[in-house]
């Protein structure tokens, strides 16, 4: 076994950062592991069997399910639930969150927001989908949790990860004390370590934005796409445009090769389209673990208070010149 680390031996070599290393965020950690690799068995052969196209209901985000959307959330639930260290799930995919009440649940300390599938749009043509997830210790210390334990601000985070299935299968996760990337070897099933404390470059030449919303965007927006649009060989400008419209992608990819993503207010969705608990937070804990910057425009993400479940912020996250740049447009223009 020399040379290769699995997921687990990383896992349970970092338990001691914990400060209250009691093994329950590890395990929680290796359940959410091995869900992804359920997840991604039916992603793989996702063309070969029934499971591509929609489900026919809609969730609360008012968005079409798919049956990989379905599938991811029951996946991911039933492993929180047989885990037993997890007391309540929020979940995209559904309205109210979800508390675990089983019996080894019971004195569970860990919450759990999770976006069971991201990229929805990317599953029937095979393009990279991911999973996103966020860990939070409760604050209520007896009873059943409840919404309050849930509504914590990105910076109470103890763990944030996202699994990518692209062309070869990642989970990158954080506790706090950087980011490291795993690789799913198929023969042996396991995440094996591949990118040890991953950093994102402090400049990156690639923008991130679905442009077609140009019109919408605010006027901050606009400035910063036509600042990474024009000709500057001292800054490498023009910069290069790659958008896939999975979140997880074209965030994995800037953090490897550095790059700013915008999801902005538009007129259309006015808080903006991503949802602060089960993506942003998450993105923004690795990204700033990773030494990038993650803002809603003007301030950091993970100290805005959320105050519902599925809210929605604006995001810019990744390099940190290039949000800067972009905040700084935001505050002269926006
Ligand atoms: P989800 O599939 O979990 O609903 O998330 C979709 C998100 C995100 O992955 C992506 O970056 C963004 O929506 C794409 O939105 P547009 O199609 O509006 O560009
Ligand atoms: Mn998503
Ligand atoms: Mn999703
Ligand atoms: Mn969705």
């Known amino acids: 076994m020399q040379g290769i680390k699995t997921l687990g031996q990383f896992i349970i070599e970092k338990q001691a950062d914990f400060p209250y290393a009691k093994g329950e965020l590890s395990r929680l950690l290796r359940d959410i592991g091995i869900a992804s690799k359920i997840v991604n068995r039916e992603v793989n052969k996702a063309g070969l069997v029934d499971i591509l196209g929609e489900a026919g209901t809609v969730n609360i985000q008012g968005e079409g399910q798919k049956k990989l959307d ?20 929020a979940t995209e995919e559904e309205e109210e969150f979800v508390p675990i009440d089983s019996p080894v649940s019971k004195n569970a300390k860990y919450i759990v927001c999770i976006d069971p599938l991201d990229g929805s749009s990317n599953i029937d043509c095979n393009v990279a989908v991911g999973t996103i997830f966020s860990i939070y210790r409760r604050k209520s210390v007896d009873g059943m949790a409840t919404l309050e334990d849930v509504l914590q601000k990105g910076t109470e985070q103890v763990a944030a990860g996202y699994v990518i299935y692209g062309s070869s299968t990642m989970l990158v996760y954080t506790t706090g004390k950087g980011v490291n990337g795993f690789t799913l070897d198929p023969s042996i099933g396991e995440f094996c370590l591949s990118h040890p404390n991953m950093r994102i470059p402090a400049d990156g030449k690639i923008y991130s934005i679905n442009e077609g919303n140009y019109v919408h965007f605010p006027e901050g927006v606009k400035k910063y796409l036509k600042y990474a649009q024009v000709e500057d060989a001292a800054t490498g400008r023009p910069y290069t445009s790659r958008y896939i419209g999975s979140m997880v992608g074209d965030i994995h990819r800037n953090l490897i ?60 996250i990744g390099s940190e010149k290039m949000v800067r740049v972009a905040e700084q447009l935001m505050a002269e223009y926006s």
């Not at 991811?72 to 799930?89: H, K, M, P, R, Y």
């Not at 808080?271 to 998450?282: A, I, S, V, W």
């Open 257 to 316: 090769k550095g790059g700013i993503y915008m999801y902005p207010t538009t007129s259309s969705s006015p808080n903006g389209k991503l949802r602060l608990l089960y993506e942003c937070n998450p993105m923004a804990f690795i990204i700033e673990q990773a030494g990038g910057v993650a803002s809603d425009g003007f301030n950091r993400i993970l100290e805005i208070e959320p105050k519902a479940l599925h809210q929605r912020v604006a995001i810019f």
């Open 70 to 89: 379905v599938f991811a959330n029951t996946q991911f639930i039933a492993a929180l639930t047989s885990g037993g260290e997890c007391c309540i799930v």
